[in-house]
DNA sequence: AGGAGTATAAACACAC
DNA sequence: GGTGTGTTTATACTCC
């Protein structure tokens, strides 16, 4: 028998230590409401390769939005509702709103605050931003720690739940240990390739990931193909992620397991990136009011636009691994922006304005040399049904162990991946017409103020 | 209301 | 024996 907890301890459970995730802490919910706003950051290094060239307007954009976030552009922009009026924080308990005085860097990723990611995804990025794509527990400590400096200060108890998780979820295995190579204590943990599209998946449902649910805005169309809008995962340390310059995309957090229930309240006014590393080389900052610039005046995209279905198959199992994201309904609650917003964006602006040439910045060949990066990876999709068949009243790890023997894996899913990548890629493209046109409503208010002094 | 997913806490066994 | 690791159970919470 398990140990018995005090009722007084498990009362305490939602606003104490870590639990801020999936107990969103007040302090979590606060920030939540007012950190719905647009700003973008990235970490830039030198261009790689070609492939980077392409991406050489973010530097300039992001500088040009940075300095307007200096400039007194800045505003707060708290969720709203249709009608403009600011929301209330979600939480019945949380009822001050968040301080002014915070940047969407602190409040997103500063030391104090709890990453937004399930300690699964966690261990994910971990064990996939080793070279070896396996790591011992402490390594996984470490990498933490080191992305996630909030770890540092919390409650030791988030170790306990990184093993917890270890063991507990499918995703991960352990490797057989090399009784050649020492590592001490423990054994190396992998990513079980039979669950790696499902991290996949889960990570792509978290804040940063450009394909977050609560960025994709469902197509009232039937979905044609909605594998396409997958796209591999973006973290710090992923080689995408390096590889493009360390360019994040972020929606407000708390919104891992809550993405459902803001979506479906239209609580989406803008995207909003930013710096997913603490450690990132350099960033900058798109602050709210650009955001504003996004939704207001030529308007998002109307939701019911010929957009792509959500991304994921909604039927897939998470057993204690994914994030939940069943696709929504297009919401008329209020002002939402999704991929098609961005791409449908950059389509406005451009009947407008002067298009440029440069204005798709992920040629088809720098498609293609990431895609080729990605198409050596497989993933499998499970379903409920499988796994539950073999028997959810086995331990866990005979149950993986049936799994592994009763199963053969399916056919590979390269071109689900390959998929997921141009999805990323193009995404990547849409947020350049954000900017762009970030860039040119900005410069027609700063010569509208200009003109206003005249006067 | 109940299931699913997740976080947290704790106990215990085992290896180093 | 101490510490770290791995497993398991229990509970609480939110969302659907």
């Known amino acids: 028998m398990g140990p018995t907890m005090p ?39 030198k261009a790689e390769d070609e492939e980077l060239t392409s991406l050489s307007w973010l530097h300039e954009s992001t500088d040009l939005l940075n300095s307007f976030s200096h400039s007194g552009l800045r505003s707060v922009s708290p969720l709203q509702d249709s009608d403009g009026h600011p929301l209330p924080p979600h939480s019945p308990s949380s009822s001050s709103p968040e301080p002014c005085d915070s940047s969407p860097y602190d409040l997103a990723m500063g030391a104090n605050r709890k990453p937004p990611y399930s300690f699964s995804c966690l261990i994910f990025m971990a064990i996939e931003d080793a070279p070896s794509k396996r790591l011992p527990v402490k390594d996984i400590y470490g990498w933490i720690l080191e992305h996630f400096p909030y770890f540092a ?69 039937p979905p044609t193909s909605p594998q396409s809008y997958h796209s591999p995962p973006l973290w710090p340390g992923s080689p995408f992620f390096r590889k493009n310059g360390g360019v994040l995309l972020q929606v407000p957090h708390g919104v891992i397991q809550n993405a459902a229930r803001i979506r479906s309240q239209g609580l989406f006014p803008v995207i909003r990136p930013l710096p997913i590393s603490p450690v990132g080389s350099r960033t900058t900052a798109i602050r ?30 998470h057993n204690y691994s994914t994030a939940k994201s069943p696709g929504m309904p297009c919401s008329s609650q209020g002002p939402s922006v999704s991929d098609d917003d961005i791409i449908a964006v ?31 990876r497989r993933g499998l999709p499970w379903t409920k049904n499988r796994l539950r068949a073999l028997g959810d009243t086995l331990p866990l790890k005979k149950r993986r162990s049936a799994a592994a023997a009763a199963e053969k894996p399916p056919s590979e899913s390269d071109d689900e991946e390959m998929k997921e990548a141009a999805g990323s890629l193009l995404h990547l493209a849409g947020v350049r017409a954000c900017l762009n046109n970030i860039t040119n409503r900005a410069a027609k208010a700063a010569q509208k103020e200009k003109e206003a002094l005249r006067n």
């Open 7 to 45: 009722p007084s301890k498990k009362a305490q459970s939602p606003s104490s230590g870590l639990g801020v995730t999936q107990g969103l802490s007040p302090l979590y919910r606060e920030a939540e409401a007012a950190d719905l706003s647009l700003s973008l950051s990235a970490s830039f290094s």
């Open 153 to 221: 200060s919390a409650p030791t108890g988030w170790k306990n739940s990184v093993r917890h998780n270890l063991s507990l979820n499918k995703c991960f295995k352990k490797v057989d240990k090399d009784r050649s190579q020492s590592i001490g204590k423990g054994s190396l943990w992998s990513i079980d390739p039979e669950y790696r599209h499902n991290l996949i998946q889960a990570l792509k449902k978290t804040p940063y990931h450009p394909y977050s649910p609560g960025l994709v805005t469902p197509s009232t169309s």
């Open 288 to 317: 709210s009011a650009l955001g504003d610039y996004l939704t207001r005046a030529d308007g998002p995209a109307p939701c019911a636009s010929p957009s792509p279905p959500p991304s994921d198959d909604l039927q897939e199992d």
């Open 346 to 376: 950059e389509v406005g602006v451009h009947r407008g304005v002067k298009s440029e040439p440069k204005d798709v910045p992920l040629d088809s060949a720098s498609v293609s040399s990431f895609l080729s990066q990605h198409a050596r």
